[in-house]
T-cell receptor
Framework: EPEVTQTPSHQVTQMGQEVILRCVPISNHLYFYWYRQILGQKVEFLVSFYNNEISEKSEIFDDQFSVERPDGSNFTLKIRSTKLEDSAMYFC??????????????FGEGSRLTVL | AQSVAQPEDQVNVAEGNPLTVKCTYSVSGNPYLFWYVQYPNRGLQFLLKYITGDNLVKGSYGFEAEFNKSQTSFHLKKPSALVSDSALYFCAVRPGWGSSNTGKLIFGQGTTLQVKP
């Protein structure tokens, strides 16, 4: 069964360093998302991406964050200068075609980011 | 504003007993409602959704949920709980059609289900 894959599974970084989290969405999906979850708590929306541009972003997604789809398969989240409070589990999700906006999101297993 | 509330941080139930995990929502227009489950150190797995039609929807692993429009609720249920059902459960809502309708889901804070043998 197709799945969303994320790398790395765990990354430890020093405060102020840049981090790139990578995702390979399901191949025929058109909508992509990043969420984060701090310490097994609420799952918070960060950003949605469609047609090679951001379609919506939350207040969390400030200038330190950026997303990119550098090729036909990868979808990346970059944190320019990490802060302690960026420590969280980051989930990538994707959704299939635009025909019918009722589909569920398919989530990856997550990338755990630890900022020291 | 669109929101989801899960009033219980934790639900405890004995194996074999029925379980209910509560969810209420606030959304303009017709709601699209979802349940996801998260096992420790894993991603979110889709369980079921309500879009339209029959108020009782069935999903994976024997779970079902009942949509109640008058009470704006979408409680998750299972007739007979298993120890392996122990996990973190999230209710989610999709905002309705509009300029910001990007298909994102808004999640509740999650409910930990503990099933004891």
């Amino acid at each position: 069964e197709p799945e969303v894959t994320q790398t790395p599974s765990h990354q430890v970084t020093q405060m102020g360093q840049e981090v790139i989290l990578r995702c390979v969405p399901i191949s025929n999906h058109l909508y992509f998302y990043w969420y984060r979850q701090i310490l097994g708590q609420k799952v918070e929306f960060l950003v949605s991406f469609y047609n090679n541009e951001i379609s919506e972003k939350s207040e969390i997604f400030d200038d330190q964050f950026s997303v990119e789809r550098p090729d036909g398969s990868n979808f990346t989240l970059k944190i320019r200068s990490t802060k302690l409070e960026d420590s969280a589990m980051y989930f990538c999700a994707s959704r299939p075609t635009a025909g019918g906006n009722t589909g569920e999101l398919f989530f990856g297993e997550g990338s755990r980011l630890t900022v020291l | 504003a669109q929101s989801v509330a899960q009033p219980e941080d934790q639900v405890n139930v004995a194996e074999g007993n029925p379980l209910t995990v509560k969810c209420t929502y606030s959304v303009s227009g017709n709601p699209y409602l979802f349940w996801y489950v998260q096992y420790p150190n894993r991603g979110l797995q889709f369980l079921l959704k309500y879009i339209t039609g029959d108020n009782l929807v069935k999903g994976s692993y024997g779970f079902e949920a009942e949509f109640n429009k008058s009470q704006t609720s979408f409680h998750l249920k299972k007739p007979s709980a298993l120890v392996s059902d122990s996990a973190l459960y999230f209710c989610a809502v999709r905002p309705g059609w509009g300029s910001s309708n990007t298909g994102k889901l808004i999640f509740g804070q999650g409910t930990t289900l503990q099933v004891k043998p």
